[in-house]
């Protein structure tokens, strides 16, 4: 039996590794805290929110008394860490946010992995392990690529963006604690994800609800930046092979060898949109719409994920088309959850960031 605490689990990309270890490993608990932001949302876990293996505690990652008296109470075996602050745009508005939940956050964490693990001796469970802090990151803290090239699991930090920046920071103290403390740890860095449940401020989310409801299509400036995508729950098989095989102190990166350009991916969206709504060819692409640059925008996101596919066997199932189609079609068929997701305070924001542009 193992107790895992999962953090961030009603986000995007949290979700659907909850899903995925509720429903594959019965025999596993699974603990999600969530301080549920404006991105975490338990509709997002409706299928699975009633089994006996998982339980939900609403709170923040960076309150250290609940998160003592969690580990307390549970004794957990291992951490999936995915809670953060994960919007470029919004670290650019608000930065000091992404200081405290992405550093402060996961250092709270370490700090209670640290506390409650120092007795136990390591020599069963995961991969001759019996505890694992599994820390969820991201390629962008490599910066970014020019035209060719890609980042390997040696590529030197070079964060851009105040996201990037404390995600980096993060994955720092993470590796701190694993040389200074000898915490067993594991970091993984992905490529950007689509798929189900994504909240609408990401690029293709967003795109489609606004084709959908007919609204423009903001492309920043001139949509040349390159962005590696990887549907969603291809990331959470590879989050399962890295948290049950991976080498305890190692890096993997995660990515879906398949660049698209911005404005090639929303002019192949804008057709799949027109077939799916029964719109003439070529309407939807009417909505797009340049506007101003993202500061700081890094060009180009390449992984090279060779040494996951090569040392764990894990590999991308899924063609770009096949899923962005899927994506659609959820979202088409999931107006209700669009609907709840993009109300109250999300027109707001998202006019108002619209208007500075
Ligand atoms: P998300 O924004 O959809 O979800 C984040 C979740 O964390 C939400 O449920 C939110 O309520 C929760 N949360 C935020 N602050 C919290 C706090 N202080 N305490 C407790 N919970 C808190 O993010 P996502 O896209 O699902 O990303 C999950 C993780 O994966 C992040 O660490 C992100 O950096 C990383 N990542 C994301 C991508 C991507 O393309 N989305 C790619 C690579 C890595
Ligand atoms: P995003 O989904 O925010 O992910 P990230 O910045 O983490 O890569 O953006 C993906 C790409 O799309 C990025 O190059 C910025 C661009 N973008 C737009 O052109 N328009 C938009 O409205 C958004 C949100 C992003």
């Given at each position: 039996m193992k107790h895992i605490?999962?953090?961030?689990?009603?986000?995007?990309?949290?979700?659907?590794?909850?899903?995925?270890?509720?429903?594959?490993?019965?025999?596993?608990?699974?603990?999600?805290?969530?301080?549920?932001?404006?991105?975490?949302?338990?509709?997002?876990?409706?299928?699975?929110?009633?089994?006996?293996?998982?339980?939900?505690?609403?709170?923040?990652?960076c309150d250290a008394k609940l998160v003592q008296k969690l580990f307390s109470k549970h004794t957990f075996d291992a951490v999936i860490h995915l809670a953060a602050e994960s919007h470029v745009d919004r670290s650019i508005s608000n930065p000091m946010e992404f200081v405290v939940t992405?550093?402060?956050?996961?250092?709270?964490?370490?700090?209670?992995?640290?506390?409650?693990?120092?007795?136990?001796?390591?020599?069963?469970?995961?991969?001759?392990?019996?505890?694992?802090?599994?820390?969820?990151?991201?390629?962008?803290?490599?910066?970014?690529?020019?035209?060719?090239?890609?980042?390997?699991?040696?590529?030197k930090y070079d964060p851009h963006s105040p996201y990037s920046a404390s995600k980096a920071g993060s994955d720092h103290f993470v590796r701190a604690y694993h040389d200074t403390f000898q915490l067993p740890v594991v970091i993984s860095n992905c490529s950007n994800n689509y798929g189900s449940y994504h909240f609408p401020e990401k690029l293709i989310p967003l795109a489609i609800n606004n084709i959908k409801n007919n609204k423009p299509v903001p492309v920043y400036g001139k949509g040349e930046n390159i962005r590696d995508w990887l549907f969603v729950e291809d990331h959470a098989k590879a989050i399962d092979v890295i948290f049950h095989k991976g080498k305890t102190g190692d890096t993997y990166n995660i990515g879906g060898i398949n660049e698209w350009k911005n404005i090639d991916l929303i002019r192949l969206?804008?057709?799949?949109?027109?077939?799916?709504?029964?719109?003439?060819?070529?309407?939807?692409?009417?909505?797009?719409?340049?506007?101003?640059?993202?500061?700081?925008?890094?060009?180009?996101?390449?992984?090279?994920?060779?040494?996951?596919?090569?040392?764990?066997?894990?590999?991308?199932?899924?063609?770009?088309?096949?899923?962005?189609?899927?994506?659609?079609?959820?979202?088409?068929?999931?107006?209700?959850?669009?609907?709840?997701?993009?109300?109250?305070?999300?027109?707001?924001?998202?006019?108002?960031?619209?208007?500075?542009?």
């Amino acid at each position: 039996m193992k107790h895992i605490l999962v953090t961030g689990g009603a986000g995007f990309i949290g979700s659907h590794v909850v899903r995925l270890f509720v429903n594959k490993y019965p025999n596993y608990k699974i603990l999600n805290l969530d301080k549920l932001t404006y991105a975490g949302n338990l509709a997002n876990l409706k299928d699975i929110e009633k089994n006996s293996n998982y339980e939900f505690v609403k709170g923040d990652i960076c309150d250290a008394k609940l998160v003592q008296k969690l580990f307390s109470k549970h004794t957990f075996d291992a951490v999936i860490h995915l809670a953060a602050e994960s919007h470029v745009d919004r670290s650019i508005s608000n930065p000091m946010e992404f200081v405290v939940t992405n550093i402060i956050g996961t250092v709270t964490l370490l700090n209670a992995a640290k506390h409650h693990w120092q007795n136990i001796i390591a020599g069963e469970g995961n991969n001759g392990r019996s505890n694992l802090f599994y820390h969820v990151s991201t390629d962008e803290v490599y910066g970014s690529l020019g035209e060719t090239g890609f980042f390997t699991e040696q590529t030197k930090y070079d964060p851009h963006s105040p996201y990037s920046a404390s995600k980096a920071g993060s994955d720092h103290f993470v590796r701190a604690y694993h040389d200074t403390f000898q915490l067993p740890v594991v970091i993984s860095n992905c490529s950007n994800n689509y798929g189900s449940y994504h909240f609408p401020e990401k690029l293709i989310p967003l795109a489609i609800n606004n084709i959908k409801n007919n609204k423009p299509v903001p492309v920043y400036g001139k949509g040349e930046n390159i962005r590696d995508w990887l549907f969603v729950e291809d990331h959470a098989k590879a989050i399962d092979v890295i948290f049950h095989k991976g080498k305890t102190g190692d890096t993997y990166n995660i990515g879906g060898i398949n660049e698209w350009k911005n404005i090639d991916l929303i002019r192949l969206l804008c057709k799949i949109m027109d077939k799916k709504l029964g719109r003439l060819d070529g309407e939807s692409a009417k909505l797009i719409t340049f506007v101003k640059d993202r500061a700081g925008h890094d060009l180009r996101y390449a992984i090279d994920s060779s040494k996951l596919q090569k040392e764990l066997g894990w590999k991308p199932s899924l063609q770009f088309e096949e899923g962005l189609a899927k994506t659609v079609d959820w979202y088409l068929a999931n107006e209700e959850w669009l609907k709840n997701v993009t109300s109250g305070d999300y027109q707001k924001y998202y006019e108002g960031q619209y208007a500075k542009r």
